[in-house]
Each structure stands twice: as structure tokens, then as C-alpha cells.
T-cell receptor, first 115, second 110 residues
Framework: NAGVTQTPKFQVLKTGQSMTLQCAQD?????MYWYRQDPGMGLRLIYYSASEGTTDKGEVPNGYNVSRLNKREFSLRLESAAPSQTSVYFC??????????????FGNGTRLTVT | AQRVTQPEKLLSVFKGAPVELKCNYS??????LFWYVQYSRQRLQLLLRHISRESIKGFTADLNKGETSFHLKKPFAQEEDSAMYYCALMGPGGYQKVTFGIGTKLQVIP
């Protein structure tokens, strides 16, 4: 039982390049999330998917797109990377909406640097 | 707007000393509060939640609505407690209404 798996672990991009961050969970969770973490700031929600087939914007969605490919997988795409997107990205899932009995389960993170 | 404040970026204590990681929140309703922890080379994981009133790994946290605080406490620090600790608040609407603090790094000195 791997939980939430993110790939890649590290990535360096040049400004304007595109890439997709992959995330998969094997816990049969309904909801999945993408967060970014920047120095001096807490985790901020980029996009989330409450259930298979739905996606919604979070706090900082600009410059990103997502795809909920199936119940297991939720990918994050940067179409044209910018230095401001240098960050650590976390994927997370929860059994259903976040609540005291449905907490977040996180992946190990992807450290992305855009030069 | 909901906000979570963790005033200390780094907290260093000696092994066996008491630990208190501070968390203050700003929220007008009845929040649900959590503590998440990230040990070195491990993923961020839930430590405890206020509604459960549980003690995990010797840590407890009490919600004080009057002081709008949810401080994390442990009477005797252990070396294995060294980690990053994040306080999180959830308002109604679950999915996008979770706000994290910036985190406090706890360093337990042997």
C-alpha cells in the first residue's frame, strides 16, 4: 500500500517549458488535491477534485491545469512554466471531503525549479 | 478571512524538556483544527485533530476558543520528535477551505 505517489521528485525547467506532475493514490479515496509550498508560506491549494470527473480551482490556480484521469490519478500541468512557479508541489487525497474523520494524505512532494 | 499563525519558525528544546508549539487562528465560526507533522525524509502526515481530543505520540492540543489558539504540547520532548509541524484550520466547505500555517521546525537537542 503505497498511499499517494508523486512523480517526479525533482524537476528543473526553463521558462516557457511545459510539464505534467503525476499523482496516484491506491486508497480508493474520492477527493484529491494539489498544493504548493513556498518559503515563509503555508501550503496553498492550487486545484482540487472532489470526486472523479470533477475539478475546481483553489486559492492559486493561475498558470496551472489539472486532469482527474480516473479515481486513482490526478495530474497537474504547467503549460508555460514561469520562475514564480518554482516551489514544492504536494499532491494529497482524502476519503471524501476534508473533515475530522477524513483527513489529508500527502505524497512526498515534487521540488520544481524554473530558471 | 480565515488565517493560521505559527509565530515560531524554529523551536529548539532539550531532550526531556516540555514542548509547546504555538498556533493561533482567525476564524469567525467553529473551526476544525489539525496538526500535521513532517519527519525528515517522510511525507506530511496527520498528527492529531482537535475534535478527537486524542493524544498521539505523547502530544496533545486543546482548542481554546477564547484565545483562538490550538497549541501543541508534550511534557517531555524526545529526539524523534524533531520535525516540521503545521497547524491547519478547516472552515465550512471542506475542500478549499483548509488553511495551513507556515510551520514550525522543532529541534530536540540531545
Amino acid at each position: 500500500n503505497a498511499g499517494v505517489t508523486q512523480t517526479p521528485k525533482f524537476q528543473v525547467l526553463k521558462t516557457g517549458q511545459s510539464m505534467t506532475l503525476q499523482c496516484a493514490q491506491d486508497m480508493n479515496h474520492n477527493s484529491m488535491y494539489w498544493y504548493r509550498q513556498d518559503p515563509g508560506m503555508g501550503l496553498r491549494l492550487i486545484y482540487y477534485s472532489a470526486s472523479e470527473g470533477t475539478t475546481d480551482k483553489g486559492e492559486v490556480p493561475n498558470g496551472y491545469n489539472v486532469s482527474r484521469l480516473n479515481k486513482r490519478e490526478f495530474s497537474l500541468r504547467l503549460e508555460s512554466a514561469a520562475p514564480s512557479q518554482t516551489s514544492v508541489y504536494f499532491c494529497a487525497s482524502s476519503e471524501r471531503g476534508i473533515s475530522h474523520d477524513s483527513p489529508l494524505h500527502f505524497g512526498n512532494g515534487t521540488r520544481l525549479t524554473v530558471t | 478571512a480565515q488565517r493560521v499563525t505559527q509565530p515560531e519558525k524554529l523551536l529548539s528544546v532539550f531532550k526531556g524538556a516540555p514542548v509547546e508549539l504555538k498556533c493561533n487562528y482567525s476564524y469567525s465560526g467553529s473551526p476544525e483544527l489539525f496538526w500535521y507533522v513532517q519527519y525528515s525524509r517522510q511525507r506530511l502526515q496527520l498528527l492529531l485533530r482537535h475534535i478527537s481530543r486524542e493524544s498521539i505520540k505523547g502530544f496533545t492540543a486543546d482548542l481554546n476558543k477564547g484565545e483562538t489558539s490550538f497549541h501543541l504540547k508534550k511534557p517531555f520532548a524526545q529526539e524523534e520528535d524533531s520535525a516540521m509541524y503545521y497547524c491547519a484550520l478547516m472552515g465550512p466547505g471542506g475542500y478549499q477551505k483548509v488553511t495551513f500555517g507556515i510551520g514550525t521546525k522543532l529541534q530536540v537537542i540531545p
